[in-house]
Structure formats: C-alpha cells, structure tokens
C-alpha cells in the first residue's frame, strides 16, 4: 500500500512540483526581515501576503494580548454549542458596516468562507446555474465541485462569453455568477461594474471574492468593489483577515437572509470550532485602525510604484496591472525553483516560485509581493539580485517574449 503514496511523490519531484516549505523565524521588530533556520541567515522577505504588515501592528498585538490574557487562547467550541464570544459578533458587526451589508458571518479561513458557502448554495437553491471565471481561486472551485450544481466556466474577465453563456439559460433559472475582484496571481482586475450589468440583466447573483484587497483598496479599505464604486450592487462579499489585516479568518457579508441561510445549512460553518476570542479581537482591532488610517496603503502604494519602475528600469517584465501583486512569468516549473533557490541562498531575498497547481502547468512565476516597509535600499537590491540570476539562467529576453502568459 505504501508504494503508492512512494509513487505519488515521486511523480510530483519529477515534473518539479514537489513543494518545500522554507522555515522562517520572524522579528516581531519587522515584517520584511526573517531570519531562515535551514541557511541560518537573516533573509528579505518578497512573497508575503501580510499586505500591510498589520500583523506587526502594535494596536492589533496589543488587542490579542489583552484578550489572551482576559478570556484564554481558545473558544470552547463551535458556534451553536460554546463559541459564539461577544468578540465574533462585533467582528461581524464591524464587517456588515464596512461593506454597507445587512449581516455578516466570520469563518475559520478565507478558503472555508468560500468553500462552505458555494457548497451550500445547492440546499438553498438547487436548481441554481453558478457561473464561474475560468480563474477563480481553488477555495472557489472546490465549493463549487462540492455544491453539484451546474457549473459554466466563462473566460477570463471576458464579458462577451459570459453574457453569451448566460443567454443560453431561461431568465426563470436561478444563477450566481461567482468572480474574483483582485486575481492574484496576475493582479488582474475583474469587471465589476459590466458583470453587475449582466447580473442585472440575466437575473444573476453576484458573488465576489475580496480576499486580495480589502483593508487595500477602496473607502476606509472596503476593497476593489467599493473603489470601483459597485459595492453595494454586489450580492454576496467574501473576504479574509488573513492578508492586509494580518490576523486569521474569513467571512461574508450581505443580506441578513442569505447570510443566516448560510449560517443555518452549512456543515462547513456548524461543525467547525470557532476562532478564539483573542483572534476575533485582534481582528476588530485591525478592522477599526485600517478604516481610519491610509497611512499604510500609501505607503503600499508608493512602494509598489518604485519596484515596478526599477524591475522596468532592468528590463525585467512582469504582468500588467493596476494593483499591488507583481508576476514575473519564468514558464517552467524547475527554473522557477531553481530561480527561487538561487535568490534565497545567493542574494537573501526570499521570494517563492509558484507553479501547478495553483497555476496551469507552463505557466509558473515569481509572485512578487512588496511591504510599506519596503525601503528603496532593499528594491534596489532585490532589483539587482533579480536582474543577476534571470541572466544567470538565459531567461531574461525569454521572460520579454512570454510575457503574455498568465
């Protein structure tokens, strides 16, 4: 029996997809430093999703804290037995107020938000038609999957086969069309305002995923929708407080009755442990600071805008967008580990290859991610660093020819 778990492994190290996590131990005096246990050596960190770095935010620790040290570190339970701190209720609150929804509803993970709600829609709706961008996030597709409902893959932010799709069904049949605001691996941007429209006019739901821009983007950091201006034309919000807000969780936000539909037929929410009452608090305190301080997205923002230039400056292409994510495609799985090895152990910068199957085989990239802490010493290095081993490797102009991948 256990050859096959041998054979299994060793199919996956010889296509190059074989993972290897890099063990870190952070400074709780910096959220771009760490030190690497295996090359003992401190490192630059260029892959995180810790957007803000609000995980450092001494408003934010000092609320874990003292939440810890009043009500313990764990919740005693799930949500219907022992779970249910007053805590979680003001995050939910909090959230329902930032996206101008009736109700809210907080999960374990952005990724449980996703999957628990998709997969229950088909007891809350099961003649339900979910139409799906062709690059949705795997929390999506296995919400989706789990959901057995009919599934209709429209082409990426192409809103020609998606009306083209939904034409094909009765105005009577319920549908949900299911989008990512912020893609991120290509920091793409969806067509929320056109994908309201066709909503609107096929008699659709709408479903977003925020997970890569709230506490980002948009008024007080509602996300992509509220800066477009489409927050209140989107049905159902998700999101995580596990990137910008630098804690752990996921949620929804819409009205009070599709959220407590979710609330009272979900597996995936009744019979999961709820988050502790320290981490529900941290996240409150997160919530609350971003609404009132832009001071960190500027300097997100600014930062991102210095390291595109540089990247340019060397020649070094990278998918176009207009958000925070940076994907420098390299197409193979094996130069894209080799390339991320070379960088942690030559130049100290940390920055992780991502290949299949978070993205399609041959398409495999650096995901770059920058901090507001950033400084223009360490772009500048990493801009080199970068600039060395992609020439190391021939791949530079290879990079310029296939840049349209993605």
Known sequence: MNNHFHSALCKIKAEGIYRVFTELKGYSSSSVRAYSVKHGKDITLWCSNDYLSMSKNQ?????????????????????????????????????????????????????????????????????????????????????????????????????????????????????????????SMSGTTAEVGKICILAKKHNALTYVDEVHSVGIYGKEGAGMCAKLGYQDEVDIIQGTFAKAYGVIGGYIASKYEIVDSIRSYSPGFIFTTSLPPAIAEAILSSIKYLRRSNVERDKLKNVVSVLKDRLSNKGINFLQNKTHIISVMINDATLCQEIYTDLLQNHNMYVQGINFPTVPKGQERLRITANPFHTEEMIDHFADSLYKVLVKYNLLNSINQKISFG
């Not at 083209?164 to 049949?173: A, D, N, V």
């Open 59 to 183: 408003f934010v620790i000092d609320a874990l804290a003292k939440a810890a040290y009043q009500f313990g570190v764990g919740s005693g339970g799930t949500r219907n037995i022992s779970g249910t701190s007053n805590a979680i209720i003001n995050v939910e609150k909090e959230i329902s107020d930032l996206h101008n929804k009736d109700s809210a509803l907080v999960f374990t993970s952005g990724y449980i938000a996703n999957q628990a709600t998709l997969s229950t829609i088909s007891k809350i709706i099961p003649d339900c038609v979910i139409f799906s961008d062709q690059n949705n996030h795997a929390s999506i597709i296995y919400g989706i999957k789990e959901s057995k409902l009919e599934k209709v893959v429209f082409n990426h932010n192409d809103m020609d086969d998606l009306e083209s799709k939904l034409k094909k069904y009765p105005p009577e049949r319920p549908k949900i069309i299911v989008f990512e605001a912020v893609y």
